[in-house]
């Protein structure tokens, strides 16, 4: 019987100090191989959310989904009996996790387009300070091509979140939110971290946590997949615009400030 993942005694402090870790090994061979199968079986059934994050003339392609675990077993599996669940609990410093939602990332080789830089909670409808986001490649990730944090962006501001592609604000106002720095123009006051991953690793990181990752290989393709769950005080933002990902009807069931009780996000043991 495999080992079950121990979390190294450092890696609570670490996250809530940088809003990033690097956990090696999260995944055994048995789970990494269902999430593989889960994700090739998202390629070939991809959902109504899906889309392509690349440009039309870009040489590879950046394929993206969302929201599909109920409908794929692997993933279900791997989301909700593998160590992720106590692991995102132990690092939100939470008594309970609660599922939010998966999400598949694939750069074939040669995609040329960049993820700029940018937060995650912006674009979600939730409010709260716990919350994790796993980041499971299946691939070898070279460091040129893995993602990258700034380190303690996560301690509270929210960033304006815009499309990737013509950086459109889409969701908040323009103005409402504080506009993204120069991360690499100013690098001592940015300080970024970011880990070569081999298959089973996985960066765990805070949704408000500023990260962006690069090109790939021409004979690198980086299939990953990323896990994201929520403790006790997370709370529904009802949003006057389409979220990304969207949940359709949930504003009808849960109220503004409500908690995130509802079949899409299951508690978990």
């Not at 940088?18 to 390629?43: F, K, M, P, S, Y």
């Not at 074939?108 to 674009?123: C, I, K, L, S, V």
């Not at 919350?131 to 304006?160: C, E, I, K, Q």
Request: glycine share 4%; with cysteine.
């Amino acid at each position: 019987m495999t080992a079950r993942f121990q979390l190294p005694s450092d890696a609570v402090q670490a996250f809530a100090r940088d809003g990033a870790v690097v956990l090696r090994g999260l995944l055994n061979a048995d789970e990494l191989a269902q999430l593989t199968a889960g994700i090739e079986h998202n390629l070939a059934h991809l959902s109504p959310l899906a889309l392509v994050a690349s440009q039309t003339n870009d040489p590879g392609r950046f394929v993206e989904d969302f929201c599909t675990w109920q409908a794929n077993p692997a993933y279900a599996a791997v989301l909700q009996q593998s160590a992720l669940p106590r692991v995102a609990r132990q690092l939100m410093q939470s008594q309970t996790c609660r599922l939010y939602h998966d999400h598949l990332l694939v750069k074939e080789p040669g995609t040329r387009q960049e993820t700029p830089w940018h937060q995650d909670q912006p674009y979600y409808n939730v409010s709260g300070r716990q919350n994790v986001s796993f980041w499971l490649p299946v691939d070898p990730v070279p460091l040129a091509s893995t993602l990258r944090f700034v380190a303690g962006s996560h301690a509270g501001t929210w960033y304006m979140p815009r499309t990737f592609r013509d950086q459109q604000a889409k969701w908040f106002p323009d103005g409402s939110l504080a506009e993204l720095p120069d991360i690499e123009a100013q690098p001592t006051q940015h300080r970024q971290l970011a880990w070569a991953l081999e298959p089973g690793d996985a960066v765990a990181f805070h949704m408000l946590t500023l990260h962006a990752s690069s090109v790939v290989g021409p004979t690198q393709r980086r299939r990953v997949f990323s896990a994201r769950y929520l403790g006790d005080d997370a709370r529904h933002a009802v949003r006057p615009w389409r979220t990304s990902p969207p949940f359709a009807g949930l504003a009808d069931r849960l109220p503004d400030l409500a908690v995130m009780d509802d079949p899409m996000f299951p508690l978990l043991d």
